[in-house]
């Protein structure tokens, strides 16, 4: 008897602790359901990042909500000492954020500036977002820091591959890192190909250097502007560039592809397109074709254009090939009509291959013929010779 009186005795205080458990779950639980009935949830997809000491790192916050849409405060609850940070959005600093309801999904980024001088270790930093008091989020950010490496820098371009025509400049974006102790001067230089021209500026200048400091942890990028000569011929080209300091050489290869330009120029030897001629007189005409080209022109036929009746033909009317750079000489012969009065006239005459032309213009200015003018003398002083005789024979009557 007094055995069962013990037990119940003992059975009391369980019964209410466990009674009270389940009061302390259910408030848990009604507590839990609350922010959650909330419905805002701040989220990264990578919570957890490696990272060294002096690096910048950027983490993309998402926003989802499944109540009503809200306008949510955002802040750095928590933070290493010496550290920098800030949330972003849009290009700009924000300190709020528009969460929308449903399916769609609010972002915004945490930049942060970890000091050079971060000693090794896990460090954690805390954002919240709270729209009101029953309706918030926060959300714990892992770093993992190593002190900066003593390692070889680094001389690199992100698209050290382009093409492009013969006359255009090619860019490069490249990025230049320190990543020695100690503040290092590096000279830039390149080979490039006879004729051609490198130009290193630093980002966003406009003025061209021969070298470049950096402190030790830094890095600098560099605009590399790359221009062929103008007769360059098609094809690919290796420009190895490389940056030079007392303790270190850094190379790196840039590589542009030249793709076919096709121009011809028809003129004459001395830049002269006009000349004098008779009626019914050949005169010769030497022509200068010069291949612009960086590639050989093939087959170029010689046309003319000529007033009515006359007759212009090409001591060779058609060039079989003028290589890249190259000038041919060819004779036209030009005979104007036999009609052809004295004045100025134009004859127009074209170079063409199947993938370039070119025309030029000449000014043909015709004379009166010399024997006509003799002729005319003669007959003018025949005249003043018979009008003579004339008045010297009936003049006394």
């Known amino acids: ?14 019964r209410a602790a466990a009674a009270c458990g389940l009061l302390c779950a259910w408030m848990l639980g009604s507590a839990m359901t609350a922010r959650a009935e909330g419905g805002l949830d701040m989220h990264t997809d990578y919570p957890g990042l490696a990272a060294r000491a002096g690096d910048n790192v950027t983490f993309t916050i998402n926003f989802d909500n499944s109540g009503s849409a809200c306008d949510t405060s955002l802040g750095i609850q928590s933070m290493p000492e010496g550290w920098e940070g800030y949330i972003s959005g849009g290009g700009n600093r924000i300190s709020r954020v528009h969460v929308p309801t449903g399916t769609e999904t609010a972002t915004a980024s945490l930049q942060l500036d970890i000091p050079a001088d971060a000693a090794d270790g896990s460090y954690q930093v805390v954002l919240e977002a709270r729209a009101n008091d029953a309706v918030y989020d926060t959300l714990t950010l892992s770093l993992d820091v190593d002190q900066l ?55 966003g200048e406009s003025t061209q250097v021969a070298s470049i400091e950096l402190e030790s942890a830094a890095s600098q990028g560099l605009d590399i502007t790359v221009t062929p000569p103008n007769n360059v011929e098609a094809g690919q080209y290796t420009i190895p560039c490389s940056a030079i300091s007392a303790g270190e050489t850094l190379d790196m ?37 010069t291949n612009n080209s960086n590639v050989p022109v093939q087959n170029v036929n010689l046309t003319s254009s000529a007033p009515s009746e006359w007759n212009v033909s090409f001591d060779t009317p058609t060039i079989d090939v003028i290589e890249a750079g190259a000038t041919v000489e060819v004779t036209a012969r030009v005979t104007p009509s036999d009609q052809a009065l004295t004045g100025d006239y134009v004859v127009t005459m074209t170079a063409n291959a199947s993938q370039v032309s070119d025309t030029a213009e000449f000014r043909v200015a015709v004379e009166t013929s010399m024997v006509w003018g003799f002729v005319a003398v003669v007959v003018i002083v025949a005249l003043l010779a018979g009008i003579g005789y004339v008045f010297r024979k009936y003049g006394r009557r």
Not at 1 to 12: F, P, Q, S, V, Y
Not at 256 to 279: I, N, Q, R
Request: with cysteine.
């Open 253 to 289: 290869e840039l590589s542009v592809t030249v793709t076919e330009k096709y121009s011809l120029d028809l003129s004459t030897p001395d830049g002269l397109l006009s000349f004098d001629t008779h009626a019914n007189e050949e005169t010769p005409v030497t022509l200068s074709i």
């Open 149 to 203: 490496e003593v390692s070889q820098g680094d001389f690199s371009c992100e698209y050290p591959e382009q093409e492009g025509a013969a006359d255009a400049s090619f860019s490069f974006s490249a990025t230049l890192v320190n990543n020695s102790p100690e503040t290092q001067t590096y000279s830039l230089s390149a080979q490039a190909p006879e004729g051609w021209q490198v130009a290193f500026e630093p980002s």
């Open 1 to 14: 008897m007094n055995r069962n009186i013990r037990i119940a005795k003992t059975t009391r205080p369980l």
